[in-house]
C-alpha cells in the first residue's frame, strides 16, 4: 500500500516554500490543493523515488540546475509541487481538464 503524504506534512512543506505563492493552496477548499494533493497521490502508486529524479547524477529533470538534496523522494518535494503548481496553472488557463491520475499528466 503507497504510502501517502499527511495535510499537516503537505502544509508544513508549502509553508516552507518561498518563491511561490502558497496562501491559495494553503486553503483545504481550494482546488488547486485538492489537485496537488490527489496528483502526489497517485505519483505515489506508479513511483518509489521522483519519475524527474536522475540516480546517476543526483539531478533533478524539472530544474536541471538543481542538485535533489531528498535522494529522489518526491513527497512534498518543492521542486515537484512547483512543477505540478505550474502544470495546474497552465492546463486550467488553457481551459483543458485536469487528468485525475499521475501517468494522464504526461499526455494533456
Known amino acids: 500500500m503507497p504510502k501517502t503524504v499527511s495535510d499537516k506534512d503537505l502544509e508544513k512543506l508549502l509553508e516552507e516554500i518561498t518563491d511561490t505563492e502558497t496562501e491559495d493552496i494553503m486553503k483545504k477548499n481550494d482546488p488547486k490543493y485538492k489537485w496537488i494533493r490527489q496528483i502526489m497521490i497517485s505519483a505515489k502508486k ?18 536541471f540546475d538543481y542538485k535533489c538534496d531528498r535522494a529522489g523522494k518526491f513527497d512534498g518535494c518543492p521542486v515537484f509541487i512547483r512543477y505540478l503548481e505550474k502544470k495546474y496553472d497552465e492546463l486550467k ?16
Open 46 to 63: 506508479y513511483h518509489k523515488l521522483c519519475p524527474y529524479y536522475d540516480k546517476r547524477t543526483g539531478k533533478c529533470f524539472l530544474e
Open 93 to 108: 488557463a488553457k481551459g483543458k481538464r485536469l487528468p485525475m491520475d499521475f501517468m494522464d499528466l504526461s499526455l494533456v
